[in-house]
């Protein structure tokens, strides 16, 4: 058998689905980001706080790196993560054992179960063979440029009700606006700089993770 290109462009792989039949756990969906020029460990500090706090679910998105430093970082990852999803690196997710992560651009589908950005209520029903969708931006961000200004709550609830899979809503998510996104019926939701900001309130990361 020809092995799998480290890539998630293009690849379709033939190694048997990781964790069949699971189930993307509900409430805040952890993202862990490889910022340039740090060490692994700062990462690896990241994903420890998340599961800390109860956080079942972390996605790593290393945006730019060595398939290599993915592949090291993510085997850091999954001996303490419940469910690790990995970004863009099929061929990692497939390696290890754990779930990817795919772009509108990126496919065919993998042979292991994976989630798909969408960004319009076109894109949310045809997520063919996907465990989950991402859907947003849902308010303003600055952390990840999409080319889709935001999405606003009801149109995240318009892709909740014609999603066959679950969705999970993400896009500047913050305390501030969470019951208007669970409001929605969002499976999960991935407050990024909204969850980082608030490291030591404690009140406003229980309301973050409530499932």
Known sequence: MESAQPTGRGVCLSAPP???????????????????????????ERARFLIDNGV???QLRAKGAAVERVSELAEALVR????LIVNDHPA??????????????????V??????????LEQAKNAAGAAYIGFGPVFQ??????GYSPRGSGLLLAAVRCSPVPVVAIG????????????????AW????????LREDALALRRLLAR
């Open 18 to 44: 990781a964790e069949v039949g699971r189930v993307l756990p509900r409430g805040l969906y952890g993202m862990v980001d490889v910022l340039p020029g740090e060490g692994l460990a700062a990462a690896i």
């Open 56 to 58: 079942e679910a972390v």
């Open 80 to 83: 303490f993560v419940p469910l």
């Open 92 to 109: 990692v997710a497939a390696q290890i054992g754990v779930w990817a992560h795919l772009g509108q651009e990126d496919g065919p589908a």
């Open 111 to 120: 042979a292991v179960p994976f989630g798909r950005s969408t960004h319009t």
């Open 141 to 146: 961000t600055r952390t990840k440029e999409t």
């Open 172 to 187: 500047g998510i913050t305390a501030g606006n969470i019951d208007e996104v669970r409001a929605t019926g969002a499976h």
């Open 190 to 197: 991935a407050p990024i700089s909204g969850f980082w900001s």
